[in-house]
């Protein structure tokens, strides 16, 4: 009982935040981002039914400003309108770092990345977007920047088994360019960790990138950053539907596996499509 009330005690531990009226305030200003900023090409978005609910993953780039993540939620939203229900999953270490920010995401949809989150979400008929490689993807180096990053994450899977819902991949190609991440000197600043120098916030980040962007020209670590305006192309993919669902399903070592490949190597082919068609 002790661990419950901890995780639910936790800051943005609640689907109640959303905002509507919020987020129809926000669309104008993605709007001039979406139109004249990123100059956004889109398609696919067919691929989702006009009810119901679905867990959309994603893979992205661009750091921490992941801007094809937000105009993948303009897009959600220009769609279907701002009452149909979605939620993105965030690193609940966001509410530690910038509870201001935080907050405001919450007014958009973002709960925190926890199975209970996800779940409560699906439960009310909401739709949820995750981007399983989290930091490691978002600051995966430009040299991999066509090459989904999933970071071994699974959680998604077993989600998707156990609220027998489809998962709808989403990708982009543009947003690697709005911040062109060098390198990774993750275990180099590890070290300086293990000899005394703190973690930001007491957060171990995962990833210490070396990136050019702005504002730093030069950064050194997970700073934010205002992305460079380079034009993005998102795509919805086919829905994919596992064979089998459930809680047994959902552990099924194996199953979940082989579940996890076939969606890696299904958004890897996508992405290649989508490579190729942004190069035509």
Avoid at 52 to 81: I, Q
Avoid at 105 to 134: E, N, R, W
Avoid at 142 to 168: C, D, E, M, T
């Amino acid at each position: 009982m002790s661990n419950q009330n901890s995780t639910t005690s936790l800051p943005g531990w609640t689907i109640t935040t959303r905002e509507p009226e919020f987020i129809e305030s926000l669309m104008p200003i993605w709007e001039w981002f979406y139109r004249h900023y990123f100059r956004v090409q889109t398609s696919g978005w067919h691929h989702i039914p006009k009810d119901g609910k679905v867990l959309l993953v994603g893979s992205h780039n661009g750091g921490m400003a992941s801007p094809d993540l937000h105009m993948m939620v303009y897009d959600w939203f220009r769609r279907f309108g701002t009452q149909r229900l979605v939620y993105g999953l965030m690193h609940p270490s966001a509410w530690k770092v910038s509870p201001s920010i935080a907050s405001l995401a919450q007014k958009v949809g973002a709960i925190p990345a926890h199975p209970k989150m996800a779940s409560a979400a699906f439960d009310i008929g909401a739709s949820v977007l995750v981007y399983p490689g989290g930091q490691y993807d978002m600051f995966r180096p430009h040299n991999q920047r066509y090459k989904i990053q999933f970071a071994g994450h699974k959680g998604f899977i077993k989600l998707a088994l156990k609220k027998s819902v489809p998962i709808i991949p989403v990708i982009s190609v543009g947003a690697h360019d709005t911040l062109i991440v060098l390198g990774d000197c993750y275990e180099q600043a590890k070290q300086l960790n293990e000899w005394g120098v703190p973690w930001l916030y007491q957060i171990d980040p995962g990833v210490f990138p070396i990136y050019l962007g702005l504002p730093w020209g030069l950064g050194i670590g997970p700073l934010p950053n205002f992305p460079l305006p380079v034009q993005i192309h998102t795509r919805v993919c086919a829905p994919i539907v596992f064979e089998r669902y459930g809680t047994q399903a959902a552990h099924d070592r194996e199953y979940v596996d082989a579940c996890y490949d076939l969606v890696y190597m299904q958004m890897q082919r996508e992405l290649d499509f989508l490579v190729r068609d942004v190069a035509m």
